[in-house]
């Protein structure tokens, strides 16, 4: 943890419900290598294969084939809990990152203490308190004065704000965001997507992001990825992404919509 290391994900293929009238190819072959600090955004229409992706490199999905490494290190065979040393992740929904039942403090000590020896009692002394009120505030949503709060009691975007903070604190070597503000209102989602990219540049986070915004692909990332049938089929970055506009990506998924190459 804390140290900058890249994502190559080489030959990833998964195909749902083999040899059935089902079947449907999520990943054809995919390859996708990100730098240390890449900021990518992931955009592709309903069913092109981008929560497959994120599944595949969480260890949520079992490959068909394909190999998934961080740095060094081979994760192709890790299960999910085992990823987590390296992957942290933050869902759609918010209910998801969080347990209900426990107070905020309590869910940030879980989570600054995974993979540690210390004891929850030992994460919650009066500087990891104090720690935690800094951090709080900084999303600018109140929770800062709520330690104590159970987190069933907090708003939707409350909880997602939450389990972004409880996503970076170890600093993770990719950071997978799924659509982490699609379910949010637009003045929570401009807060915890402010949180996110704060969190990002600070630790100079390696991070992968779907999202279905047009105006979030184009504005942030320095990686604009379009995914079509399982595959990437667009691969931006620089002066070609900058230039590049919301109406200019509508009607490239239309030219991959419509099987053709893309200009």
Do not use: C
């Amino acid at each position: 943890m804390g140290a900058l290391a890249g994502l190559k994900a080489a030959g990833l293929r998964k195909t749902f419900h083999p040899g059935s009238a089902d079947e449907r190819i999520a990943l054809d072959g995919v390859d996708l290598t990100l730098s240390p600090g890449d900021f990518a955004v992931v955009i592709g229409s309903n069913g092109a294969g981008k929560s497959t992706l994120l599944n595949a490199l969480a260890g949520e999905v079992a490959l068909d084939a394909g190999s998934v490494s961080i740095g060094d290190d081979d994760l192709t065979r890790l299960a999910t809990h085992r990823r987590a040393r390296w992957i942290s992740r933050v869902f759609q929904d918010p209910l998801i990152g969080t347990a209900a039942t426990m107070t905020i403090e309590e869910n940030l000590a879980v989570s600054e203490s995974r993979g540690d020896t210390r004891t929850l009692a030992s994460a919650l002394s009066r500087s990891g308190r104090e720690r935690y009120v800094r951090l709080l505030a900084d999303l600018g949503l109140g929770l800062e004065s709520r330690l104590g709060t159970k987190v069933s009691m907090l708003s939707g975007g409350q909880r997602q704000a939450l389990a972004l903070l409880m996503a970076v604190m170890k600093r993770p070597a990719l950071l997978l965001l799924d659509e982490h503000t699609a379910a949010l209102d637009p003045r929570t989602a401009e807060a915890v997507m402010n949180a996110t990219l704060a969190a990002i540049s600070g630790a100079q986070l390696t991070t992968l992001m779907v999202t279905h915004n047009m105006t979030h692909a184009l504005r942030f990332g320095n990686r604009l990825l379009m995914m079509h049938a399982g595959r990437i089929v667009l691969d931006v970055t620089g002066e070609n992404k900058s230039q590049l506009t919301v109406e200019g990506l509508v009607e490239k998924f239309h030219l991959v919509d419509d099987k053709m190459l893309l200009a």
